[in-house]
């Protein structure tokens, strides 16, 4: 047994489970605020950058370019240290909330890509059809192309949502109290790198896990032609 | 004191001076804007290399699903994907030498390359896995009806239409790389983000304007690759073979 314990002394990861939780809730946080927000921008920019208007889709894409050609390291850093320069106000923000910031702009980008994949995959018909019964541009969006883009969107949304919850580890690097945090701290403190990468990284696998699940289920519940077309 | 004749200066006058100012921020941070690109440069591509030819090996073995094999390696696949890239590289670097084994006290050079490559053959083997069980079974049976055994198809026939469908994901996970090596700056590297921070800590006060050029020199790099991806899917078909998150 001792050697159990002088590989992974699990008393030691006990002791800082409080911190543990304490990470995994800021983890949680960022990743959940940080999704809904780059859902809401990425529908905007898919819409923007589908629209004729060059004004409209032109500076739509070439945020899409910067974000997806940029480390996202990089953003965090232009965002933790530029946003108080442009907004004097942001400068006591907390951490947090500027690495939410960051990851929101960060995943619009992505979530665009794949908002605009789902809406391009509604056959062109279904909305001279709803043209032909006089329906509004809202109209048409609202009861015919976004129930059926969502459900194209809905898988690779769930694999883009896995990837966001492993970047909010880079919040660390900008000191925000995350899961990865945690760990760091009991690693600093204790100097054990086992128990706190180790644990660090089974955590990450167990929500990894989870994510998967939950793509397997909602694959089955849309499983029909949505599905197989898409993604 | 400099405030105040600065303030008194026409807008025009203040304006030249900003430009003057950041040409002069410039071009003291140009040297180590290029040392940082170059080290980023070559870890990114020996990484790319490295981690390719084990992917594909792994990517190829498991597209023969050998029992035990196969499972073995979707785990590896597993755990490379569901943990942070920072958190693989803090297990290579902190916990890899903690096993006391001579042969894995390594510098943060090696670690940083080892892991990065480790986190390319993950996304290299799935690709490719991927990529070739998008070859039509016909395929599989024509060349076994001609006579050939398994690994004569697999080398003749079947990889050389594999690969063709794995370019345009394959580049998408080359420019995901090259953002990665970001990361190494946490533990020392110097490459192109270290070199950035180091800038900083010479010029503090222009953080952005410094952070910016890091993130332009970035965006030469990876926007061409970018737009040979969707160039290439384009070409192939427009069919994306694997669903890269």
């Known amino acids: 047994m001792n050697w159990v314990l002088d590989f992974y002394n699990y008393r030691i990861v006990e002791q800082y489970l409080g911190r543990f939780a304490e990470g995994l809730e800021n983890t949680l946080i960022a990743a959940a605020v940080s999704l809904g927000a780059a859902v809401i921008l990425g529908t905007m920019l898919a819409l923007c950058r589908m629209s004729s208007r060059a004004i409209l889709w032109r500076p739509a894409a070439g945020y899409a370019a910067f974000i997806l050609a940029t480390p996202l390291l990089v953003q965090i850093y232009l965002i933790y240290y530029g946003l108080p320069a442009l907004i004097p106000a942001a400068g006591r923000w907390s951490e947090l909330t500027l690495g939410i910031i960051a990851l929101s702009l960060h995943n619009a980008a992505y979530m665009g890509e794949i908002v605009r994949g789902g809406i391009a995959s509604v056959p062109r018909g279904q909305i001279e059809g709803g043209k032909a019964v006089g329906m509004s541009y809202l109209q048409r969006l609202r009861y015919i192309v976004l129930p059926q883009a969502f459900a194209n969107t809905l898988p690779p949304l769930l694999g883009q949502t896995a990837v966001l919850i492993k970047d909010t580890s880079l919040l660390s ?17 204790r100097v054990r790198p086992n128990e706190s990468f180790l644990t660090i990284a089974l955590g990450y696998l167990a929500i990894y896990v989870v994510m998967l699940s939950l793509s397997w289920a909602v694959k089955r519940w849309l499983a029909g032609p949505a599905w197989n077309v898409g993604a | 004191m400099g405030g105040q004749t600065l303030a008194r200066r026409s807008g025009v006058e203040r304006g030249g001076v900003a430009v003057q100012h950041y040409l002069d921020v410039m071009v003291s941070i140009l040297p180590f804007l290029w040392t ?39 785990l590896y696949i597993h755990v490379l994907r569901g943990t942070p890239f920072l958190v693989q590289l803090y297990v290579f670097y902190f916990v890899m030498p903690n096993t006391g084994i001579e042969a894995l006290q390594w510098s943060s050079e090696t670690a940083a390359f080892v892991s990065l490559s480790v986190y390319t053959s993950s996304y290299v083997a799935e690709i490719v896995m991927a990529a070739i069980d998008a070859v039509p079974k016909g395929q599989w049976e024509a060349a076994t009806a001609l006579g050939l055994r398994r690994l004569p198809i697999l080398g003749l026939v079947v990889l050389p239409q594999a690969l063709k469908l794995a370019v345009p994901p394959m580049s998408g996970v080359y420019v995901n790389i090259i953002k990665n090596t970001a990361i190494l700056s946490v533990i020392g590297i110097s490459e192109l983000t270290r070199q950035g921070e180091i800038s900083i800590m010479r010029f503090p006060r222009d953080v952005l304007f410094i952070y910016g050029a890091i993130a332009l020199v970035y965006f030469v790099y990876c926007y061409p690759v970018l737009r040979f991806t969707r160039w290439a899917e384009r070409k192939v078909g427009g069919t994306r073979v694997v669903n890269l998150d």
Do not use: C, K, M, Y
Not at chain 1, 173 to 183: C, E, M, Q, T
Not at chain 2, 39 to 53: D, E, K, N
Not at chain 2, 62 to 71: A, G, I, K, T, Y
């Open chain 1, 173 to 189: 690097i900008i000191a925000v109290f995350d899961f990865l945090s945690a760990g760091l701290l009991l690693n600093s403190e």
């Open chain 2, 36 to 74: 940082g690109f170059v080290q980023t440069f070559w870890i990114s591509l020996v990484a790319i290399a490295a981690g390719s030819v084990l992917g594909f090996l792994i990517g190829v073995v498991r597209s023969q699903r050998v029992p035990l094999l196969h499972q073995l390696f979707g």
